[in-house]
T-cell receptor, first 114, second 116 residues
Framework: DAGVIQSPRHEVTEMGQEVTLRCKPI?????LFWYRQTMMRGLELLIY????????DSGMPEDRFSAKMPNASFSTLKIQPSEPRDSAVYFC????????????FGQGTRLTVV | QQQVKQSPQSLIVQKGGISIINCAYE??????FPWYQQFPGKGPALLIA?????SEKKEGRFTISFNKSAKQFSLHIMDSQPGDSATYFC???????????????FGKGTHLIIQP
């Protein structure tokens, strides 16, 4: 298995632009998580899905952030409009339904908003 | 509110020594306590985990000690090697809350350097 696949690996965008991050979870996993990592705040859970249904989005910082999971093999995290403070590494992770603590992480997307 | 507190922030250990990282949690609903290892440019990877029904779990050179009454747990790395140099995160989740997986609450991380 190729593991969790995220794209792009790096994204540089200008303030105000829309950014879309993509994730393909491990086949057979039915929980998907989006995390954000910064030096100041560490690793934070943004949102997670069970069986493609969003369960908890309380970690999403603002309405500028949205996430979708249209099917079991694809999810997106969108930021519109982007701001410099959104600069971070965004990780997607997946797990089996009752094993959210045993999550497999992707390589991450390093987002820089200038 | 930081629900999982981790210390120290950084740690330097000589090769062959014991590395010890400590964590404390607040939420008594947590029932799964994993440790993740992260190398630069990579995503975190599960290293070892424990549930609160046991006080210790050992896998190779890595041991978790768990104190439920104190709400504390720690990672011990025996015979530390330069290849262990990485950032280590403790975490906690509620696996059996019903309805499927919950996400992880992470500590702030410990940057570990093993000197040859």
């Amino acid at each position: 298995d190729a593991g969790v696949i995220q794209s792009p690996r790096h994204e540089v965008t200008e303030m105000g632009q829309e950014v879309t991050l993509r994730c393909k979870p491990i086949s057979g996993h039915n929980s998907l998580f989006w995390y954000r990592q910064t030096m100041m705040r560490g690793l934070e859970l943004l949102i997670y899905f069970n069986n493609n249904v969003p369960i908890d989005d309380s970690g999403m910082p603002e309405d500028r952030f949205s996430a979708k999971m249209p099917n079991a093999s694809f999810s997106t995290l969108k930021i519109q409009p982007s701001e410099p403070r959104d600069s971070a590494v965004y990780f997607c992770a997946s797990s089996f339904l009752d094993r959210g603590g045993e999550a497999f992480f992707g390589q991450g997307t390093r987002l820089t908003v200038v | 509110q930081q629900q999982v507190k981790q210390s120290p922030q950084s740690l330097i250990v000589q090769k062959g020594g014991i590395s010890i990282i400590n964590c404390a949690y607040e939420n008594t609903a947590f029932d799964y306590f994993p440790w993740y290892q992260q190398f630069p440019g990579k995503g975190p990877a599960l290293l070892i985990a424990i549930r609160p029904d046991v006080s210790e779990k050992k896998e190779g050179r890595f041991t978790i000690s768990f104190n439920k009454s104190a709400k504390q747990f720690s990672l011990h790395i025996m015979d530390s090697q330069p290849g262990d140099s990485a950032t280590y995160f403790c975490a906690a989740s509620s696996e059996y809350s019903g309805g499927g997986a919950d996400g992880l609450t992470f500590g702030k991380g410990t940057h570990l350097i093993i000197q040859p």
